[in-house]
Structures are given as structure tokens and as C-alpha cells.
């Protein structure tokens, strides 16, 4: 069975950090690309950030650029998502995802097939 967990998430000021941990299981990560995900109240979910290993390379909103960071371990079988330079805007539920596809070609919500529960990030004064 594939199961998604995310952790981490929570309450954090302006210009805080944190770090999100997707822990996989039932299926080898090395194979499969990971996707981050968001949504914020009244939005559509939006791609945040993807990586996959057959690729060697990752992928980043432009609204996040230099503030995130995603990274891999393979061994543990976890992908982190390390966030900085937090913002309001940044306030949104966000899920890891996975799926064999290939993020330079494109990595939107109907793309991934298997989803975490979410985690809520709040950045709020």
C-alpha cells in the first residue's frame, strides 16, 4: 500500500522558518517523483515544489523561489520541504504527493495520484 504522511507544519511569524517532512512507505521513493502542494481559503491547490531522481533536479514555483527548499532521503524514504523567509501569503494547508511522472513536464494536482492527509502551515504576526 502507498501511504503519504506529512508533518511539521504549524504556527509561525513573518520572516520564520519551517520544515516540512513527507514520510513514504509501500512503495520505493527513488522511482517516483514527489510534489508539493498547496492551498490556501477560496484557492485552487497549487504546485509548490517537485522533485524526482530520474531527473536529478527540482522544480520551484516563482513564489517561492529562494525562500524553499526541497530535499530527499532516500534511505529514510522522506522528502522534506524546508521553508524560509516565511510570508502571510504562504498560509495554506499543504500535501506531498507522488507519482512515476516527470516534474519538468509539469507537475499539477491531476498529475499525482497518491496524496498525504495535509499539514496546516499558518504565517501570522
Known amino acids: 500500500q502507498v501511504q503519504l504522511v506529512e508533518s511539521g507544519g504549524g504556527l509561525v511569524q513573518p520572516g520564520g522558518s519551517l520544515r516540512l517532512s513527507c514520510a513514504a512507505s509501500?512503495?520505493?521513493?527513488?522511482?517516483?517523483?514527489i510534489g508539493w502542494f498547496r492551498q490556501a481559503p477560496g484557492k485552487e491547490r497549487e504546485g509548490v515544489s517537485c522533485?524526482?531522481?530520474?531527473?536529478?533536479?527540482?522544480y520551484y514555483a516563482d513564489s517561492v523561489k529562494g525562500r524553499f527548499t526541497i530535499s530527499r532521503d532516500i534511505s529514510k524514504n522522506t522528502v522534506y520541504l524546508q521553508m524560509n523567509s516565511l510570508k502571510p501569503e504562504d498560509t495554506a494547508v499543504y500535501y506531498c504527493?507522488?507519482?512515476?511522472?516527470?516534474?519538468?513536464?509539469?507537475?499539477?494536482?491531476?498529475?499525482?495520484?497518491?496524496w498525504g492527509q495535509g499539514t496546516q502551515v499558518t504565517v501570522s504576526s
Open positions: 504527493a507522488a507519482d512515476i511522472i516527470i516534474c519538468g513536464l509539469g507537475y499539477t494536482a491531476s498529475d499525482f495520484s497518491s
Open positions: 509501500g512503495f520505493t521513493m527513488d522511482y517516483y517523483a
Open positions: 522533485i524526482s531522481s530520474t531527473e536529478g533536479k527540482s
